[in-house]
């Protein structure tokens, strides 16, 4: 087995597969089943300090199989953040820490834009003894009426302002969960880093609409015949979240280096995990796949990503960490690479389609083929 540990912001982690903020983290009872079947780190369900107002639905998750296999490859949620107490949750951040005090456990916290309730938030978990802190600014449904989660992270100067009220009071490392619902997901990962959050972790779900169900005509997840949007994860999402993470490794690079990354969005193997450390991560969430198939995949992973270390020859995540930033340049020079390319051998042949007026109707699929890889 090749080593899969990591140190992040001064963590010590023993892989980097990390349970991202939840259900697979929502009571003492599941954190502790992750951590005994190997995983390296857990962020618990979002965590606030009254529960009170949070009321959930059911059904509250809608789920896009695919058509052939029937495997389940988009999820959405409309749920909300944790129900449960805060002191429930203050006296299980305790518990778990005295059973695993070697482990890494990740409060993740989310409040009202005001200053004394993250200050509060912050130093009563820390006092319990979290390791960290994964501030959500992110969640797409429910809060956002509050003008919580990601209410906050789409507007950068209110994020700014509420990672400093919690870098005030922080004594342990805080990463600041990003929601990809914006244009532009370098500007609330900026805004976060300049108030000095040792990291940032992305993304969260995508905000959607699973699907209307033709028999009823309803919208899904239908509650009493009404839905609302939600947030979409599983598979489908990694690419979109892939993209993210790679603009955030390379804006982490250029202007704040040294800071962290944790990619998250439809990891579900060791394979997933490897193609978000090349593009710069330092570790990987996992959420929707333990829902699918239980907290035993992580043996897998880290048997996949293992096999991947192997055969490349690394001996550790941070040789390999952030390696395929280097492949991304503009279209402009694609087409100025390969230009250059087709001069050195001269060849033409090959091409599939030189031109778009070369495209026709009873070839099309074939053509479309032609020009893809995978
Ligand atoms: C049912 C469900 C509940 C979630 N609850 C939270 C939450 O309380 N806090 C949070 O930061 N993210 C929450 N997330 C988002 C996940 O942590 C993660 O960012 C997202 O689902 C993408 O990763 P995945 O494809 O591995 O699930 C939730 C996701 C799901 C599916």
Known sequence: MADLSVVVDGLKLPNPFVIGSGPPGTNANVIGKAFDEGWGAVI?????????????????YGRLRAADSNEIIGWENIELISDRPFETWIDEFKQIKDKYPDRILIASIMEEFRRDEWVEIVERCQEAGVDAFECNFSCPHGLPE????????????????VCSWVMEAAKVPVWAKMTPNVTHIEEPSRAALKAGCQGIAAINTIRSVIGVNLDTLRPEPSVEGYTT??????????????RMCMEIATLIGKEFPGRSLSGIG?????????????????????????????????RAMKDELSAFMEQHKFNSIAEFKGMSLQYFTTHFDLVARQAAARRKTAATQGQSLKADGEWRGDDFVKQSDSLARG
Do not use: H, W
């Open 266 to 298: 439809g990891v579900e193997s060791g394979k997933d995990a490897a193609q978000f450390i090349l593009l710069g991560c330092d570790t990987v969430q996992v959420c929707t796949y333990v829902m699918k198939v239980g907290y035993r995949c992580v």
């Open 146 to 161: 509050r003008r919580m989660g990601s209410a906050m992270g789409e507007n950068p100067e209110i994020l700014e302002e």
């Open 229 to 242: 949007p939600g947030g979409y994860s599983c598979k489908a999402v990694m690419p979109i979240a892939l």
């Open 44 to 60: 618990c369900k979002t965590v606030s300090l009254d529960a009170s107002k949070v009321v959930n639905v059911q059904p509250r």
